[in-house]
């Protein structure tokens, strides 16, 4: 199924409607509308999106508290959590 069409028919059904919001006195409506379609043709030019920016900001986070899933960290012997003598001899509980 060929969509070239699909990116240039959303940018005028936008703009349609952010025409007839301005018509019927809806600024804040129209200013959303407005953002959105900017929104649309950034990401469509730049190729850069809000799931990329988002994941960039969880990674960040992660990294700033020291629990990063995603990369590989050198864990040295002052950071190893104490082990019971129980947990040592292997029956896993702490009693």
Same mark, same amino acid.
Do not use: C
């Given at each position: 199924? $060929?969509?070239?069409?699909?990116?240039?028919?959303?940018?005028?059904?936008?703009?349609?409607?952010?025409?007839? +919001?301005? +018509?019927?006195?809806?600024? %804040?409506?129209?200013?959303?509308?407005?953002?959105?379609? =900017?929104?649309?043709?950034?990401?469509?030019?730049? =190729?850069?999106?809000?799931?990329? &920016?988002?994941? +960039?900001?969880? $990674? $960040? &986070?992660? $990294?700033?508290? =020291?629990?990063?899933?995603?990369?590989?960290?050198?864990?040295?012997? +002052?950071?190893?959590?104490?082990?019971? %003598?129980?947990?040592?001899? =292997?029956?896993?509980?702490?009693?």
């Amino acid at each position: 199924m $060929d969509a070239s069409w699909l990116y240039p028919a959303t940018i005028v059904v936008l703009l349609i409607l952010a025409y007839m +919001q301005w +018509q019927t006195n809806a600024k %804040k409506t129209m200013v959303i509308v407005l953002v959105v379609l =900017g929104y649309i043709v950034y990401s469509h030019e730049t =190729g850069h999106s809000l799931t990329e &920016f988002r994941e +960039q900001a969880v $990674d $960040d &986070f992660d $990294d700033a508290v =020291g629990n990063s899933k995603y990369k590989e960290r050198v864990v040295s012997p +002052q950071m190893r959590p104490v082990e019971s %003598k129980a947990m040592v001899e =292997g029956n896993g509980s702490i009693e």
